[in-house]
Structure formats: C-alpha cells, structure tokens
C-alpha cells in the first residue's frame, strides 16, 4: 500500500481515514485484494450511511427543570370537618305527634296570613313616597351615618362633621346633636317606660323618720319584644314554631339522636304536649332566654354602674341569636344599680339589694303571666298569625346573679342543696333545690314559723320571688329552683 495517499475527504472527520487507489480500468469491488484492510472499508461506508451536517434533524430544546416550591416553615392548621359535629351529619327528622290528636302539624300551627311590622312599613313608605333610606339624603348619606355609629364615638362624630372637608359635602347633618336627632328618627321597637320604686331605709334623718331613697327602672314590655323578633324577616329562615326530634340515621336509636338546637331537646316536647293535653294544639311554645349583668362604666374613678337586662327567644337558631350585629337578642330593662345608703349595715343592704331586684324582675315579667298562660297571636317572620306562648325558659347569669335569683347566699350552690363546706366534693348526686319547697320555706319563715330549713339551705328573705307566679313548668337550662315533681 505505498502507493496509496492517505488524504482527508472532505466533510469526513478528522479521524475518519480513507484508501484511495489509482484509477484502474479492471478495478471492480469483485477484484479488491482480500488482504485489504477490511475495517477500512466498513468505516468508509458506516460514514455514508449517516447524516450529512446540513440534514441533522431539529434538536429539541431540554425543558427548563421545575422551578423550587418555596413553603413556609411556620406551622399552620387545615380544617378538616369533624365527624362528630352535629352540622356534618346527616339529618333525620321527626316531626312532633300531638299525644291528644295523635296529628302531625298541629303544634305552632298558622292561623291566617298578615303582613309583618316590616313589611306595613314598606308598603307605607312606598304609598307616601318616601325614601327608602329617610331620614337621610341618600345612600351615601346612609352608609356614612351607618359608619358613624358603628365606629366613632360621640366626641369624634362631631369632630368629623365640622372637618371643613366634610362640610362641604352638604349632609343634612352638621353636628352630632343634628346627627343625633336623624338617628332618633329612625323606627324604633318596643317604648320605654319608666318606674320609680321607693325604698324605706332603717337609719333616721334630722327629724327621726326614716331615710328613703328613690330609684328608677326602665323596661320594655317583653312581649312586644317577642313579637318583634319572631316576626322579624330577616330571621325567615333560622325560626322554627314546633319541636321535633333530629336523629343521625334510619331507623335511629336514642344514641343516634342529635341535639344542637332548642327545639330539638326534650324539654320543649314536654311544654308543647303539656299544652295539647290543656286543649291547646295549636299553640306555639316560644322559650324566653334571660340574661342580666351588672356592669361597672368606671374603672379608676368613681363607682358608677349599669345594670342591663337581655331577652332573647330559642325559636331563633343559635348561629343567629348569638351575634349582636343581628339584634336577635334585644335590651329590655335597666334595672336599678342604687347603693342603699339609707340602710345601716351591710347585712340589711345586702337584703334590700335581695328584695329591689326581685320587685324589679316582676314588674318587668308580669305581661309573661297572662301572655304564658292564654297565648298572644303574633305575626311571625314567614307573615303567618299564630298564638304564641312565651315561656321563660332559659337565665343566663354570673354566679352571683344566680344565687341573686335564687334568693340564696352566695357561698352556695344556687342548683342543688348542698353545703358551702362541701362545695368542691366529688359528690354523687346530690339534693336538687325545689321550687314548691323553697316557696314553702319562705311562706313559713314569713310568719315567724320555726323552719330549720331556711338556714340550712342558705335562703335570704326574699318572700316574693319574680318566678314565684309565672306558669309553671320544668324549666329549660334555668337557673331557677327546679319545680318540685307530680305526685303519683
């Protein structure tokens, strides 16, 4: 093979290495010599068996690697629904059985049709023409009056309205006193009405009577106030008028029972059938829910103090009636927060504290005696006419104002009988405070009787007890002496 050059084809590769020979006029591939190198040869046509440069297919772009998920190193919370929330049950209801009739639909049964307080109001605006957002301009003028009560206290709302930016925009209100008065304007609920009760003290003035001391009491009739929340349309669709039974699966057992609503609990069957066996079918059990607290408005100077009194209804659903900003539960009294100075010890003042709000509380409740007993037909959120009993059924207190209502001393228990040195035991089941016992206690106390019992269970002489004339019944969550049970 010396006679062969070694030469570079052009557009091999640089290791690429091809034999070319003289030209020959025999030279056929049947005549190569055996001792040629045959690796040459299949290198020569392995290379012209592959692609050209300028036909390469298109190569195809590596995609990008996924970018990092940054996460948070702080510790957080999923929800995750709970199966033993009654909300995330199925629901099975069983609707109340008059046990008289032996009917469905007979309990808070509707009577006629009528237009709600709120509906009379529209139409009457309508019909007169005026503004839906009267007394003031406009809805701007309404959100922003919306937003001053909310929001600004009485010292800043007059600041901002004499702002000269904000008087330029031409409110109908210049100054609190006029924003105020728009504000009064607007329709309101049930009237207040005051009482003055005067108390006769044990000390002595200049000329040897007796001090007095007189106190105010402001309340509302709570029967219209019942009737303006369960005729409210905003509550349409969380009211209910009648019992009934909610179970988790069917058939159901008393395990599966669900109660997360107060018209789902037993005591509520119990008065709407003590009312059908009364001949009463069609009435509609409406639970009063009470709640007092006394609250101090002065905390570093001074001892002034409120004492505001609440009134709900349980036909209202919890989600509802629990949030101020749905007005479900409605300001019904300020009762008398008077220091008793006219008493000379701390015990006869602890007393007459005792007796002044018991005389309170039955004033305020005595339209329930009549109202819980005969019913009052009351226009109800869906615009049907039923009659409805309200029962005070609920009282939602402190401790004190627990014992306050159950005219025991505050060192014991205001549910049951036991003593102030036991409080705290693991007891098993102790003595429940009965309500026909503890009026018999004070009856005989009254008059001079020996009665070992009034000491015994803690009792102040507080003779004329506010749940002493109301209808009686078991009550529901009350924190009240329990009725004492028939007798066989």
């Not at 948070?72 to 199966?83: G, I, L, N, Y």
């Not at 001892?303 to 007005?327: C, F, M, V, W």
């Not at 479900?328 to 006219?342: N, V």
């Amino acid at each position: 093979m010396s006679h062969a050059a070694k030469r570079r084809r052009p557009g091999s590769a640089p290791g690429d290495t091809v034999l070319r020979r003289p030209p020959s006029p025999n030279l056929s591939l049947s005549t190569i010599p055996l001792s040629t190198p045959s690796r040459c040869l299949q290198v020569s046509m392995t290379r012209r068996l592959l692609p050209m440069p300028g036909h390469l297919p298109p190569r195809v772009p590596t995609p990008p690697p996924p970018a990092p998920v940054l996460q948070s190193r702080r510790a957080r919370v999923d929800e995750v629904p709970d199966q033993d929330d009654p909300e995330n049950m199925d629901r099975y209801v069983q609707p109340f059985v008059d046990p008289v009739t032996g009917r469905i639909g007979d309990a808070g049964r509707p009577l006629r049709r009528e237009q709600t307080a709120f509906d009379r109001l529209r139409d009457e605006m309508k019909r007169s023409g005026t503004s839906k957002y009267c007394p003031f301009a406009d809805d701007e003028e309404w959100e922003l009056a919306e937003w001053l009560t909310r929001r600004v206290n009485q010292t800043g709302t007059d600041e901002f309205l004499k702002l000269k930016s904000t008087r330029r925009q031409n409110h109908s209100f210049h100054n609190n006193r006029a924003f105020l008065k728009k504000v009064d304007a607007l329709p309101t609920g049930p009237d207040w009405t005051c009482h003055v009760l005067t108390i006769t003290g044990d000390k002595l003035d200049e000329d040897g009577q007796r001090m007095k001391e007189e106190v105010e009491l402001w309340i509302r009739d709570p029967v219209e106030c019942i009737r303006e929340i369960i005729g409210n349309p905003a509550f349409k669709e969380h009211t209910a008028y009648a019992p009934e039974r909610v179970y988790s699966c069917n058939p159901a057992s008393e395990d599966d029972r669900i109660l997360d609503e107060s018209w789902t609990a037993d005591e509520w069957h119990r008065l709407q059938e003590r009312l059908a066996r009364l001949g009463k079918h069609d009435a509609c059990v409406s639970p009063v829910i009470l709640a007092t607290d006394k609250t101090k408005l002065t905390d570093f100077g001074g001892d002034k103090a409120a004492y505001p009194g609440y009134l709900g209804i349980a036909n209202t659903g919890k989600e509802i009636r629990r949030q101020p900003s749905t007005h479900a539960t409605l300001l019904c009294a300020y009762l008398p927060a008077a220091k008793l100075s006219c008493f000379s010890s701390d015990d006869a003042q602890s007393l007459a504290t005792y007796r002044l709000f018991h005389a309170c509380m039955s004033i305020l409740l005595e339209p329930l005696i009549a109202a819980g007993t005969d019913g009052v037909e009351m226009v109800c959120a869906d615009g049907w006419v039923r009659r409805v009993f309200p029962i005070l059924c609920a009282y939602v207190a402190d401790h004190p104002e627990q014992c306050l209502v159950a005219v025991c001393k505050q060192n014991r228990c205001p549910r049951c009988l036991v003593q102030h040195w036991e409080r705290g035991e693991n007891l098993s089941a102790p003595p429940l405070r009965s309500k026909d016992e503890t009026l018999r206690i004070l009856r005989d106390h009254k008059e001079r009787k020996s009665v070992p019992e009034f000491k015994d269970q803690g009792l102040n002489a507080v003779y004329q007890p506010f749940w002493a004339n109301l209808p009686p019944h078991r009550h529901l969550h009350l924190l009240l002496p329990r009725p004492s049970p028939p007798a066989p």
